[in-house]
């Protein structure tokens, strides 16, 4: 028998299941009565809709099958089906939809057609995990689930009959159901009089009903979906050598320390000198304990600070669930995984791999979880990571035993097995010092070879001594850092690595004449994994920057032959037989078929050791200039990736910043050293700039404050590139409301532009616009419009009045105007540039077609605007729909201005009535504002009012009332609580605790508001009652 808990969770999420299920199925032949050639996927997902229908009415109806596993199955096809609702609902096609509302349907049929099609295989896999799980219970019950299933019927008196037969599971919500309590006065007293009463409800408050259930069991069922999706978690990297040998002894003791009684987590260190197998190890014991010891697994590269926040970001976003809020900080990211790992009731654990920098130990100390069910397993080669290790709990792994290192270099070498053999691989072996890494490159050199073991030792010999006297090496500065024991091993993966490297077969034509080369690149990266997404993107958009001849025999020949035509089955080739040489420890296929290396960082070490200064600086320049490439976007399309949270995005910024921070003059002459410098710094500023222009706000913020100062040192402080690169970061200020230091960047920046280039400088013309705007923030007004006066000035005797640069700036003047509530004269104003831009268009005077177009978008964006804050709903909707048809195709969705057409859009239809297309178009705003300017900013504050105004029209009281307090909130902070719309936001915030039946809390926040503002000596306390009284008797007028 389930507990009563589980029981209500599983009856509540099937009959929320039906409720929704039945939606779908009359979207779904609404929208197939509309068009002709539906997909035919799609046709057959709607039978397998009904049958999840159907099953749930069965799991309602057989108390037996109210389980905690079919609770949570049901819960992901909840959230599923409620998603798929959403988006049907806003394509399904009306009978008389204006143009307007077929656009809008358009566009969000362009975003949602595939993730329709994810959604319904996704209800398909859960219908299968669902009859598995019954099965397991009554297998007699899935023989009537068949019945059921042909005679399945989806109307509306079933969905009557479901919710009278749940009725005695949702006791506990009835007092959440305002709309009905009048109704179901004695409800409590049985199921019977619950029953008959529900029966007599009319058919259109069902959704009320329904969507009030939801709202109740929300905070259970996402609960139930976030640990559906971290039961069985387990991101341990493919990457256990099939040689693996030994270490039984080691396992064995993690094995016993998994046994201990604890009363909180236990942190395990695993400590050895590099390439000596910890990973493998490590990899090994996931593998023997999972499913068993432990319910989920979870990976963490600690190799950098960067490195951890990456892993601990790929964790939360595949598991949270999908209706919690979106994070943007690294730091709340953590402490969210964190938290979960000392919540949850399965055992799991935790592995931090390569922790070998000491800077790094606080990190990964604060972010270990408590919970008494939880492993954490540390690899490290420095001593320091001990701290971190519980009594008892510090395994010390020692180079393999005589028999396991020579029974590895025979199966790394392919040899059977015979005692000669293995008397040879004893001598091999101890000369390598026993050390996996090398033993494993040995074995590889000599199966490749087909060598006598006897032959070995003395070729190993001469390459070490050529290891050790090429005098290019810098090879005594890395071994100052190393122990004796460290050297000798290190010397032995060097050159055993030269003696692989030698069998790299060069061919004679195409890209694998350059296998080396890219051997080099990959160990001239920031990370052992190294993904073929970069190399790709350069190739494909990179022209050549010098003749074939010399460029075959630079760094970035590999590249150099794949320029416009990148072969990724030759990719794989390569990488297949730098894994079969054991130059790399290997690489994998990711899900959207990209491969990726993964490179040990022994090797990488010697890679960049073993390259001559000079094309050692141009490797890392080359690098540098490859990630600058991956980010940036092609001329007139979106981003080539993502540019909301996009792991590897953040990864390669924060992997430029970090080198170019750290970086010291190369080995050389000074002069050299500086101009290396300033190629890298060029390169950094290219991808600030790249940045900026996708809208990523903080991230220019960020990296700004870093590169001007180096900037002002390699190229002084009055130079072009201080200039451009300080005039991107002023601006980015203005976006995130810094406007005080906006226009102190600005007005340090305007001299030196004029100094340069002189007054009417495309520059010098810039930096007056992002001053104005500035100032425009702060609300110095008469200033803000007298400089744009005068770049307007500058602008039309420079370029003409009728250039797209003036009639931008226009535009800029009619948004001041509009900031100073002077909307009828802002709208005058984007009018005039509208007609502007329609008699230039077929003219000679009109300027490139690409700005002309970006110059009518942000003319419809602006006069939007401006009828939003004039009151004009329908034309608000028609201008910032012509602004999104453009950005959508031009800039693509995360880019800001695309976002702010979201929002004003959202706005006008809320206004409109049309409140569940305004809370799309308000939620995917919200996601993105967050993400890209943060939680706290204006901007994302503004959209969570509107998206809390649009849930409260609707009734959705809890959801408004989380949305109100965070606007609130935010608010007070950024403008205080005597600010208007603060002021208002606590009165609204008021109205819904009162809807809610929340009287007193109702009161309380507005005394407390106003209580703040005593302190500030805004009122007296004599004050408060009155203003709390009238305060209380405006909500229902001022909302």
């Not at 009731?345 to 592995?351: Q, Y």
């Not at 691989?425 to 074995?443: D, E, F, M, R």
Request: glycine fraction near 6%; hydrophobic fraction near 40%.
């Amino acid at each position: 028998m389930a507990d009563p808990l589980t029981a209500l969770g599983a009856a509540a999420a099937a009959s929320q299941f039906v409720a929704q299920g039945l939606k779908i199925t009359i979207h779904f032949y609404q929208a197939f009565q509309k068009i002709k050639e539906a997909p035919e996927n799609i046709r057959k997902a709607l039978a397998e809709v009904e049958q999840l229908i159907s099953i749930s009415k069965l799991i309602i109806q057989n108390e037996s099958l109210q389980t905690d596993s079919i609770a949570s199955t049901l819960g992901i096809c909840l959230r599923d089906i409620t998603k798929l609702e959403s988006i049907l609902r806003k394509v399904s096609p009306g009978e008389d939809a204006s143009k307007s509302e077929k656009f809008r349907k358009a566009v969000v049929t362009a975003f949602k057609e595939d993730a329709i099609t994810k959604l319904l295989a996704s209800l398909d896999r859960e219908k299968m995990n669902l009859s598995l799980c019954m099965h397991e219970i009554n297998s007699s019950l899935l023989g009537s689930i068949g019945i059921q299933l042909q005679g399945a019927q989806t109307t509306a008196g079933e969905l009557l009959l479901v919710i009278s037969d749940s009725a005695r599971n949702i006791r506990t919500v009835v007092d959440v159901l305002p709309g009905i309590a009048e109704q179901v006065t004695t409800i409590h007293d049985s199921f019977l009089d619950i029953s008959d009463r529900l029966s007599k409800i009319s058919a259109d408050l069902l959704p009320a009903i329904i969507s009030l259930i939801q709202a109740k069991h929300e905070e259970m069922m996402s609960v139930l979906v976030g640990s559906s999706k971290t039961q069985g978690y387990f991101n341990v990297p493919n990457r256990l050598s099939r040689h693996f040998v030994g270490r039984d002894d080691v396992l064995q003791q993690l094995h016993q320390l998994c046994g201990r009684e604890r009363q909180s987590s236990i942190t395990i260190v695993l400590r050895a000198l590099g390439g000596q197998g910890k990973s493998q190890v490590a990899m090994k014991f996931c593998q023997e304990t999972r499913g068993s010891t432990f319910e989920s697994t979870f990976w963490i590269d600690a190799s950098s600070e960067l490195s951890v926040n990456k892993s601990i970001l790929n964790f939360y976003l595949q598991t949270r669930p999908s209706s919690s809020e979106k994070l943007d900080s690294a730091e709340a990211i953590a402490e969210y995984v964190r938290d979960h790992f000392e919540r949850t009731n399965e055992p799991w654990l935790i592995v931090f791999d390569n922790l070998d920098e000491p800077e790094n130990v606080p990190i990964v100390r604060d972010f270990i979880p408590t919970s008494k069910l939880g492993l954490v397993l540390i690899t490290s080669r420095h001593a320091d990571a001990l701290v971190l290790a519980d009594s008892g709990c510090n395994i010390e792994l020692e180079a393999l035993s005589d028999m396991s290192a020579s029974e590895l270099l025979v199966r790394a070498a392919n040899l059977d097995p015979t005692s000669s053999s293995s008397e040879q691989a004893l001598i091999i072996s101890t000369k390598l010092s026993n050390h996996p890494l090398a033993i494993v490159q040995a074995g590889s050199y000599i199966s490749r070879r087909k060598l006598p073991l006897s032959d070995f030792v003395h070729q190993y010999e001469r390459h070490l001594q050529l290891v050790l006297t090429q005098n290019h090496l810098p090879l005594s500065q890395y071994q100052r850092r190393l122990n004796n024991e460290e050297k000798a091993t290190s010397l032995s993966v060097f050159a055993t690595w030269e003696l692989s490297l030698a069998q790299l077969q060069q061919e004679q034509i195409g890209p694998k004449m350059f296998k080396e080369d890219l051997l080099n690149l990959l160990g001239f990266t920031y990370s052992i994994e190294v993904p073929e997404d970069i190399f790709a993107v350069f190739c494909a958009n990179i022209k050549p920057w010098n003749s074939m001849e010399i460029m075959r025999k630079a760094p970035g020949s590999y590249l150099a032959e794949q320029l416009g035509n990148w072969k990724s089955t030759t990719y794989v080739e390569v990488l297949a037989e730098f894994l079969d040489l054991a130059l790399i420890q290997g690489y994998n296929r990711r899900e959207d078929g990209c491969y990726q290396a993964f490179v040990h960082p022994l090797v990488k070490d010697w890679i960049m050791l073993r390259i001559p200064e000079e094309p050692s600086a141009e490797y890392r320049i080359l690098m540098m200039e490859i990630l600058t490439e991956a980010m940036d976007p092609t001329d007139g399309q979106p981003g080539l990736l993502p540019l909301a949270l996009d792991l590897d995005g953040l990864a390669t910024e924060t992997e430029l910043n970090q080198v170019l921070a750290d970086q010291e003059t190369p080995r050389g002459s000074p002069g050299y050293g500086t101009e290396y410098l300033k190629r890298l710094l060029r390169a950094q500023n290219s991808l600030l700039k790249t940045m900026f222009e996708c809208g990523r706000m903080h991230q220019v913020e960020r990296m700004g404050r870093h590169l001007i100062p180096l900037n002002d040192r390699l190229f002084g402080a009055i130079s072009m590139e201080s200039v451009s690169l300080g005039a991107n970061i002023a601006e980015a200020l203005c976006h995130l409301d810094k406007y005080l230091e906006a226009e102190s960047l600005a007005r340090r920046l305007l001299p030196q532009s004029i100094a340069l280039d002189g007054t009417e400088s495309a520059k010098s013309r810039y930096i007056l616009k992002i001053l104005a705007r500035a100032l425009n923030g702060r609300e110095r007004y008469e200033e803000a419009l007298a400089i744009l006066d005068q770049s307007l000035e500058l602008e039309a005797r420079v370029l003409g009045s009728h250039s797209n640069s003036v009639l931008d700036g226009m535009l800029d003047l009619a948004q001041m105007l509009d900031c100073q509530q002077r909307h009828a004269e802002a709208i005058a104003k984007c009018l005039e540039v509208k007609a502007a831009l329609a008699a230039l268009t077929g003219s000679n005077e009109m300027d490139d077609s690409m700005n002309t177009d970006k110059t009518r978008c942000k003319c419809s964006y602006a006069l939007g605007c401006a009828y939003y804050n004039a009151e004009r709903w329908p034309e608000t909707a028609e201008e910032m729909e012509l602004s999104l048809q453009y950005n959508l195709t031009s800039r693509g969705e995360t880019h800001l201005e695309t976002i702010f057409c979201f929002m004003y859009l959202g706005l006008s239809l809320a206004k409109m009535g049309k409140l569940e297309e305004s809370e799309y178009y308000h939620c995917k705003t919200d996601e993105l504002l967050s993400a890209i300017l943060g939680p706290a900013n204006s901007r994302t504050l503004f959209n969570a009012f509107g998206l809390a105004w649009c849930l409260w029209k609707q009734r959705k009281l809890l959801q408004a009332e989380e949305h109100y307090r965070r606007a609130y909130e935010g608010y007070l902070i950024l403008r205080g609580g005597g600010y208007g719309i603060t002021k208002y936001l606590v009165r609204c915030l008021a109205l819904v605790l009162r809807d809610r039946g929340l009287e007193d809390e109702c009161e309380q926040l507005i005394r407390h508001h106003y209580k703040q503002l005593v302190n500030d000596q805004v009122f007296t306390e004599e004050d408060i009652d009155g203003i709390a009284q009238e305060t209380l008797s405006q909500c229902v007028d001022d909302c």
